[in-house]
């Protein structure tokens, strides 16, 4: 079975420090893998993909992205942390072999506290 | 608005009461999916269709849920005779391109 792993319900960081939230995967074949963030009340906002290619992916906000196969993760990553990055992020995988049309299956959340 | 717009917000109902919720999607978007958010969980897929045909359904979506997405272009999702555990976020997203998906605000939903 397919499956997204966030194994921190919490991660506390300074602000200006850099932040890391961590996503392990479990997918046979070749995933498709994305971070979104949640604030209150509110939808999903995407932040960034890997579909192939380069391993580092940049997206919004300044965030990035690692994908190691080897380790099956696909951490998330941003430089210097500001309060408002404060939200619940999801990691979520789509199945391999749809060509990208296919449901999302995520992982349960990292709510991420950035103290000024 | 051209994002994806979700009605109610909010939804408070009684247990035992029927209740539908609207997702308008993106113009032209031809795939709608449907997620339920309990807290402090990840969204689970409950559904999704192309156009108007429902190609997939969840086995979290019992029989008392049904989803419809007439003309392939607004969607409605019902649930009837509402239990407690049926109190969640219910998200709808749609996908217009390749690993593109747009999710909406959401409705909230409270069974008392």
């Known amino acids: 079975a397919q499956s997204v792993a966030q194994p921190e319900d919490q991660v506390n960081v300074a602000e200006g420090n850099p932040l890391t939230v961590k996503c392990t995967y479990s997918?046979?074949?070749?995933?498709?893998l994305f971070w979104y963030v949640q604030y209150p009340n509110r939808g999903l906002q995407f932040l960034l993909k890997?579909?192939?290619?380069?391993?580092l992916v940049k997206g919004s906000y300044g965030f990035e992205a690692e994908f190691n196969k080897s380790q099956t993760s696909f951490h998330l990553k941003k430089p210097s942390a500001l309060v408002s990055d404060s939200a619940l992020y999801f990691c979520a995988v789509s199945p391999p072999f749809s060509g990208g049309y296919n449901k999302l299956i995520f992982g349960a959340g990292t709510r991420l506290a950035v103290h000024p | 608005d051209t994002g994806v717009s979700q009605n109610p917000r909010h939804k408070i109902t009684k247990r035992g009461q029927n209740v539908t919720f609207r997702c308008d999607p993106i113009?032209?978007?031809?795939?709608l999916y449907w997620y339920r958010q309990t807290l402090g969980q990840g969204p689970e897929f409950l559904t999704y269709?192309?156009?108007?045909?429902?190609?997939?359904k969840s086995r979290l979506l019992s029989d008392r849920f049904s989803a419809e997405r007439p003309k392939g272009s607004f969607s409605t999702l019902e649930i009837q005779r509402t239990e407690q555990g049926d109190s969640a976020m219910y998200l709808c997203?749609?996908?217009?391109?390749?690993?593109?998906?747009?999710f909406g605000s959401g409705t909230r939903l409270t069974v008392v």
């Open positions: 269709f192309q156009n108007e045909a429902q190609l997939e």
């Open positions: 997918v046979s074949g070749n995933p498709y």
């Open positions: 113009s032209e978007h031809n795939r």
């Open positions: 890997y579909i192939t290619g380069d391993n």
């Open positions: 997203a749609t996908q217009g391109s390749a690993y593109g998906y747009t």
